[in-house]
């Protein structure tokens, strides 16, 4: 026992002498990831087993192919299907597991603290001592405040997709009902997503998908006439953070489909029977409407879970409210250097441009012996400038092109140089454009092999360096260099939205495209046992149809 708590400290694992493998990993570097989502499995599938002693902490013992997730909520696909047991992969890379949760982190301890519920029901806590801690723990569901939200569902988890499946059934059971009046048919049929990103968007597009193409195979013919879909978004459009043609197309599909997109509007309140919502007309005033429904989807974004939340608390310069800050070398800002990262959704990589390059300049000035506050940068000084913060924030690179035309747009007062004000506005400018990553598996994916590839490096350069306690200085950067994140486009994210280009072409045809959009991190995460469940699930759907059953 120990710790700040007094609570056991599990210093040896189940299976660390089990053979003599697992003895060899027994005394190497203790890697803790948390979850086994996007983040987790992309380090997993990159790490060299056997440099660390590897341990995986998540509450599932299953990675989640969450882009397929919406289609399993109708029947296109198997639930089954969509998920992959943990430990599969996490033996693979000769790892331990543990299905419990991450509750607290003691930072100054190197000690996780972890609980899990015994065989007697009782919830218990230990302390899982790590050298490296890796927080993959994702997002939740934002609830914006919004009253009665234990009315709607969620879409985040397998177990999710599987209540959605049966409600949605049961209201089509219902509304066959003899006893079930008109109005009260109607309401059962009339199905509500609240928020237009992309999971509400997908999720409604397929359940119009199901509703036009299974339902009068299996169903009474006339339901077809009472079932509505809606939209909730309180934006003026749909994948509003995503290209405008996607998010026009999009709009023009649900337009065509009769799938009734309420923008501008705001959820007050979800009923049993009814939502309640605010809605801005043209002139500007808010007007507050109902629609009775019988399903609602609740999808308006993420927001921290409680570990993250706890862990910011902690720390005084984690000031984000939505994610963890890390700096480009994806380590957690404020814990002891190099002993915690923090990767996908959970997170956010900070940029801090402007701050950095005050620091570079008051050098330069300092060289030149100067005062920095009065120093006049000339073009090619600039140049310089733009150059070094490339190198430091590759992610910037994109903005930093025509050096030329930013240096004129901001000398303001046209003199030929760049004053360290305007200077300071130009930078600024620059971070601001580059402080937010997408919330995507692409992302996740990225940063998890990013980290695993170094961590990979590390082993090498310093082998059990994290086993003493020493202070090894910034050895990550010394050995591999910073987080960059590629984008592929959102057409990558984007399954439905992507067939609307399809239209006309056969059913195969459309998630052909999907899955070769989606091969980039696909391939890589996903085992050969998914794809051939997924490849008969849409053989069985494209001859057989859905089942239409729970
Ligand atoms: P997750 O994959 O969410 O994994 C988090 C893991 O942490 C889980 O295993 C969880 O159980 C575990 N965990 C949580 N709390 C704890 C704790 N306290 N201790 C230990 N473990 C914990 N992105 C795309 O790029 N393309 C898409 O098409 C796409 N479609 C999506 C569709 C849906 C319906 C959803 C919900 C998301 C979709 N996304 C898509 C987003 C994508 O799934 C996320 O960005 C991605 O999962 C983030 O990866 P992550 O590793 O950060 O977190
Ligand atoms: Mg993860
Ligand atoms: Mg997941
Ligand atoms: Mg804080
Ligand atoms: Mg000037």
């Known amino acids: 026992r120990g710790g700040p708590k007094n609570l056991p400290i599990a210093e040896v694992l189940v299976d660390d002498d089990d053979c003599p493998e697992n003895s060899k990993q027994k005394h190497k570097p203790k890697l803790v990831l948390l979850g086994s989502g996007w983040g987790s499995v992309a380090i997993l599938k990159t790490l060299n087993p056997e440099d660390y002693h590897v341990t995986v902490v998540s509450?599932?013992?299953?990675?989640?192919?969450?882009?397929?997730?919406?289609?399993?909520?109708?029947?296109?696909?198997?639930?089954?299907?969509?998920?992959?047991?943990?430990?599969?992969?996490?033996?693979?890379?000769?790892?331990?597991?543990?299905?419990?949760?991450?509750?607290?982190?003691?930072?100054?301890?190197?000690?996780?603290?972890?609980?899990?519920?015994?065989?007697?029901?009782?919830?218990?806590?230990?302390?899982?001592?790590?050298?490296?801690?890796?927080?993959?723990?994702?997002?939740?569901?934002?609830?914006?405040?919004?009253?009665?939200?234990?009315?709607?569902?969620f879409l985040k988890d397998i177990e999710d997709a599987r209540l959605i499946r049966n409600k949605v059934m049961q209201n089509l059971e219902q509304a066959c009902m003899p006893t079930t009046s008109d109005e009260e048919r109607r309401r059962l049929l009339s199905f509500v997503v609240s928020g237009g990103g992309p999971t509400g968007v997908e999720f409604a597009a397929e359940l119009f998908d199901m509703l036009n193409e299974d339902l009068g195979r299996s169903f009474p013919k006339i339901l077809r006439n009472e079932i509505s879909v809606h939209v909730i978004q309180s934006r003026g459009h749909i994948l509003n953070t995503y290209d405008e043609a996607l998010s026009k197309f999009a709009e023009a599909r649900f337009a065509h489909d009769q799938v009734e997109v309420l923008t501008n509007s705001r959820v007050k309140e979800v009923q049993k029977d009814k939502i309640l919502f605010s809605q801005k007309d043209e002139k500007g005033e808010t007007v507050t409407k109902e629609l009775p429904m019988g399903f609602c989807l609740w999808s308006t974004g993420v927001a921290q879970?409680?570990?993250?939340?706890?862990?910011?608390?902690?720390?005084?310069?984690?000031?984000?409210?939505?994610?963890?800050?890390?700096?480009?070398?994806?380590?957690l800002n404020?814990?002891?250097?190099?002993?915690?990262?923090?990767?996908?959704?959970?997170?956010?990589?900070?940029?801090?441009?402007?701050?950095?390059?005050?620091?570079?300049?008051?050098?330069?000035?300092?060289?030149?012996?100067?005062?920095?506050?009065?120093?006049?940068?000339?073009?090619?000084?600039?140049?310089?400038?733009?150059?070094?913060?490339?190198?430091?924030?590759?992610?910037?690179?994109?903005?930093?092109?025509?050096?030329?035309?930013?240096?004129?747009?901001?000398?303001?007062?046209?003199?030929?140089?760049?004053?360290?004000?305007?200077?300071?506005?130009?930078?600024?400018?620059?971070?601001?454009?580059?402080?937010?990553?997408?919330?995507?598996?692409?992302?996740?994916?990225?940063?998890?092999?990013?980290?695993?590839?170094?961590?990979?490096?590390?082993?090498?350069?310093?082998?059990?360096?994290?086993?003493?306690?020493?202070?090894?200085?910034?050895?990550?950067?010394?050995?591999?260099?910073?987080?960059?994140y590629h984008h592929l486009g959102s057409l990558a994210y984007i399954g439905n939205s992507a067939v609307f280009d399809f239209n006309g072409l056969s059913f195969s045809g459309g998630l052909m495209a999907v899955y070769l959009w989606r091969s980039v991190y696909f391939a890589q995460s996903v085992s050969l046992r998914t794809r051939m469940l997924l490849a008969m699930d849409w053989s069985k759907r494209a001859l057989f149809g859905r089942d239409m059953m729970n």
């Open 305 to 331: 879970t409680e570990l993250c939340k706890r862990i910011a608390d902690k720390i005084d310069v984690q000031t984000n409210k939505h994610a963890l800050e890390t700096d480009t070398h994806l380590r």
């Open 334 to 484: 404020g814990a002891p250097l190099g002993s915690v990262y923090a990767i996908g959704d959970c997170s956010t990589v900070q940029n801090n441009v402007a701050d950095h390059l005050v620091h570079f300049l008051r050098s330069m000035a300092w060289e030149k012996g100067k005062d920095p506050e009065k120093m006049e940068i000339t073009f090619p000084e600039w140049r310089d400038v733009a150059q070094r913060v490339k190198k430091r924030f590759p992610q910037a690179a994109d903005h930093l092109r025509r050096l030329d035309k930013l240096f004129e747009q901001y000398d303001k007062d046209q003199n030929g140089t760049l004053d360290f004000g305007e200077l300071h506005e130009l930078l600024l400018q620059i971070d601001s454009k580059i402080t937010s990553l997408p919330a995507t598996a692409q992302r996740a994916h990225q940063q998890g092999q990013y980290l695993g590839r170094k961590l990979n490096k590390l082993a090498q350069a310093a082998p059990g360096m994290m086993v003493n306690e020493v202070d090894y200085g910034d050895l990550d950067e010394a050995v591999y260099k910073a987080f960059e």
């Open 59 to 153: 509450p599932v013992n299953y990675f989640l192919f969450t882009p397929m997730l919406p289609s399993a909520t109708v029947g296109t696909l198997e639930l089954r299907s969509l998920v992959e047991p943990i430990r599969r992969i996490v033996s693979r890379a000769k790892g331990h597991f543990l299905k419990a949760e991450a509750v607290d982190v003691e930072l100054s301890e190197k000690l996780l603290e972890v609980a899990q519920t015994n065989a007697q029901g009782e919830e218990c806590h230990f302390y899982l001592p790590y050298d490296k801690l890796v927080l993959g723990v994702g997002a939740t569901t934002n609830p914006h405040g919004v009253k009665g939200l234990e009315n709607c569902h």
